[in-house]
Nanobody, 123 residues
Framework: EAQFVESGGGLVQAGGSLRLSCAAS????????IAWFRQAPGKEREGVSS???????YYAHSVKGRFTIFCDYAKNTVYLQMNSLKPEDTAVYYC?????????????????WGQGIQVTVSS
């Protein structure tokens, strides 16, 4: 059974940085597309970034140039380095995985989800 352990969230001031980690178990990590989503109160869950099995990465326009997704396949862990954080980045962040993804930003494409971790950016 696929399982995730997310860490690295917290409270940070605007302009600061955080690194989220998602440690996965129960499946062969590098055969999957892994993504980060976020959901702010009252808003729909949105795709932040993804990395596919061929190491192709994708970013939402709102985070491009500020966030970086990368994997340590030996540790079965995906990271999201978040720099120049803004108050509008405040949300619960989730990692997700699926072996077959068409539209990386569509949450319905993913069968496996982490429990979510809070990121709060103060102004």
């Amino acid at each position: 059974e696929a399982q995730f352990v997310e860490s690295g969230g917290g409270l940070v001031q605007a302009g600061g940085s955080l690194r989220l980690s998602c440690a996965a178990s129960g499946f062969v990590f590098n055969h999957y597309t892994i993504a980060w989503f976020r959901q702010a109160p009252g808003k729909e869950r949105e795709g932040v970034s993804s990395i596919s099995s061929d190491d192709s990465s994708y970013y939402a326009h709102s985070v491009k140039g500020r966030f970086t997704i990368f994997c340590d396949y030996a540790k079965n862990t995906v990271y999201l380095q978040m720099n120049s954080l803004k108050p509008e980045d405040t949300a619960v962040y989730y990692c997700a995985a699926d072996p077959q993804v068409g539209n990386w930003g569509d949450p319905y494409e993913y069968d496996y989800w982490g429990q979510g971790i809070q990121v709060t950016v103060s102004s």
